[in-house]
Nanobody, 126 residues
């Protein structure tokens, strides 16, 4: 089992910055990738960014490319999402997810992840 705890959410003005954190605990040695997803009211959950844990290779969704950056700290078992120049349309509940080795599928798909955090709310005002 892996436990994920997100933090860092809150209210921010458009054009500002915010950093989300997700601390993983438990059987983290088998982690293949970690990702961030978000869900706005009335909308489906969508992929934001992912990072391959060992290689550090990162992927971002088109709406956030150039503004959001995913990174990880292996020693702390923590993944971050730096949100620069957020827009009101980035307002959502942001979830952290972990995918273990052996799980199939593309890292941009939520169905490819084994564990999820409870989410942290991000509200961007104009």
């Amino acid at each position: 089992q892996v436990q994920l705890v997100e933090s860092g959410g809150g209210s921010v003005q458009a054009g500002g910055s915010l950093r989300l954190s997700c601390a993983a605990s438990g059987r983290t040695f088998n982690t293949y990738a970690m990702g961030w997803f978000r869900q706005a009211p009335g909308k489906e959950r969508e992929f934001v960014a992912a990072i391959i844990w060992s290689a550090g290779r990162a992927y971002s969704a088109e709406p956030v490319k150039g503004r959001f950056t995913i990174s990880r700290d292996n020693a702390k078992n923590t993944v971050y999402l730096r949100m620069n120049s957020p827009k009101p349309e980035d307002t959502a509940l942001y979830y952290c997810a972990a995918r273990m080795r052996g799980t199939m599928g593309v890292v941009m798909s939520g169905s490819s992840y084994d564990y999820w955090g409870q989410g942290t709310q991000v509200t961007v005002s104009s």
